[in-house]
């Protein structure tokens, strides 16, 4: 007797990400109440499960939904903005006065919005974000219906949103306690780096995580500057700095990590920390190359990241993939370097890894969230086709993702977005901001 499901997926190719190196040919996933109940062989799957509906996906390769394990989502309005400067150049002489002078609520929710298009339309379902006005920002992920990892970002410095450290964390918390239970948001407390936090605040923050079950998200090592200048006011190196304070530790997620010795890497893989790698902001903004080969053999979760559209200016992680494993194989000599499946595994499972959501997203699993983006290999740019692994990471642009669900929600079908906003609406909105911004 045929069990009924809400969602059957009949795909060409389906690449679950766990077990490693699986692809699995002629397969089907089936889904209910916005879970993975079923991933079977396609004529077992008609046999066993009647479905409300059918898609089906003859030239197509299903993945897990991409998880983004960094961003500045509302930064989006600030693409363009300012290219082709050092990162402190970059911040200290365009980005923070541009922030001071418009950064608001209405300017985080409308640029959220704006990036949650953008990264639904590309396959990415899940994002950490790290930016002012949490409150905003979660507002216009659940409006988008994206799943989000909210930062409650914090600084020492004042800014138009909070007057201190204090006010930052109380501001972030009222946040999160306003949306907890949200099916597709959680939140994470987010000092900004070492550079810009100090040690009472870094402490306070590793309590609160603790206490609330919460990850830390913060920028570390990302420039040979942020080293010499941490020798020179604290005498060691950033990471020992924080794994003296105790803000080392599981819950941790390091974001690029690109100047990291062999201390600094053993105190990561010893405290069980994660690394997100955003290697298309670190070339842009010449910060260098992480060391990813290493990172990875020393066993830390090593996921990726968009960083902010104003120093990318993409929020595409089919993007990332391709310039991760190149830039391990010029970075190491070494051209077996983060293959195609790695690459693709740290834009899934292990970017959920690090957020603690692997029991959930990251992998297509029966009981986890039916979070899955497909792509079409039918183009002849993506022919002939001997690995759908290999083209994923090496060929596909974003342009190749055909449909993409969260929670078994369609978001995109057939390359149309199927969105709470419309691109008429939100084209309004980015005009307005534009208008200001420019003024």
């Known amino acids: 007797m045929s069990e009924a499901v809400d969602l059957l997926i009949n795909a060409r190719w389906i690449v679950p990400v766990d077990p490693h190196d699986s692809v699995l040919a002629d397969h089907a996933v089936a889904v209910r109440n916005g879970r993975i109940v079923d991933l079977l062989g396609q004529d077992a799957a008609r046999t066993r499960y009647v479905a409300d509906k059918v898609v089906e996906l003859p030239q197509h390769v299903l993945i897990p939904g991409l998880v983004n394990l960094h961003t500045h989502a509302a930064m989006s309005l600030l693409r363009g903005i300012a290219d082709d400067l050092p990162l402190m150049r970059w911040l200290q002489e365009a980005i923070w006065p541009a922030e ?20 639904i339309r590309g396959g990415i379902t899940t994002c950490s974000d790290m930016y002012f006005h949490p409150e905003a920002a979660a507002e216009a992920f659940a409006a988008a219906g994206m799943r989000a990892v909210v930062g409650a970002v914090t600084l020492e410095f004042p800014t138009s949103y909070a ?8 501001k972030g918390l009222a946040a999160r306690d306003r949306w907890q239970g949200h099916p597709l948001l959680g939140f994470s407390i987010a000092p900004h780096a070492p550079y810009t936090v100090s040690d009472e605040s870094f402490r306070h923050v590793q309590t ?37 304070l105790g803000v080392l530790g599981s819950n941790l997620i390091g974001v690029h990590a690109v100047h990291v010795d062999a201390s600094d890497i053993e105190l990561l893989a010893r405290h069980g920390c994660s690394v997100a790698h955003c290697p298309t902001s670190n070339m842009k903004l010449a910060s260098g190359i992480a060391p990813v080969p290493r990172l990875l053999a020393a066993g830390i979760p090593v996921g990726l990241g968009t960083d902010g559209a104003a120093s990318n200016n993409r929020l595409d992680l089919l993007q990332e993939m391709r310039h991760a494993a190149l830039l391990a194989k010029v970075g190491s000599l070494d051209a077996t370097a983060v293959p195609a499946f790695v690459a693709l595994r740290m834009a899934t499972l292990d970017g959920a890894r690090a957020l603690g959501m692997d029991d959930r997203i990251g992998s297509i699993e029966i009981g986890k969230c039916a979070d899955l983006c497909a792509l079409e290999l039918s183009a002849p740019q993506c022919r002939p086709c001997f690995d759908p692994v290999s083209h994923l990471v090496y060929v596909c642009g974003r342009e190749n993702v055909s449909h993409v669900w969260i929670d078994g929600e369609t978001r995109v079908d057939k390359g149309v977005s199927l969105l709470h906003i419309n691109d008429t609406e939100l084209l309004r909105l980015v005009s307005m901001w534009q208008t200001r911004l420019g003024n």
């Open 100 to 119: 001071s002078r418009h950064v608001d609520a209405a300017f985080v929710r409308d640029g959220t919005l704006l990036a949650a298009a953008e990264m």
């Open 208 to 244: 609160l995580a603790d206490e609330l079950g919460l990850p830390i998200h913060v920028h570390i090592h990302e420039t040979a500057q942020e080293i010499a200048d941490s020798l020179a006011a604290h005498g060691c190196r950033p990471l020992a700095r924080l794994a003296r």
């Open 163 to 170: 007057s201190d450290p204090e006010d930052y964390l109380r």
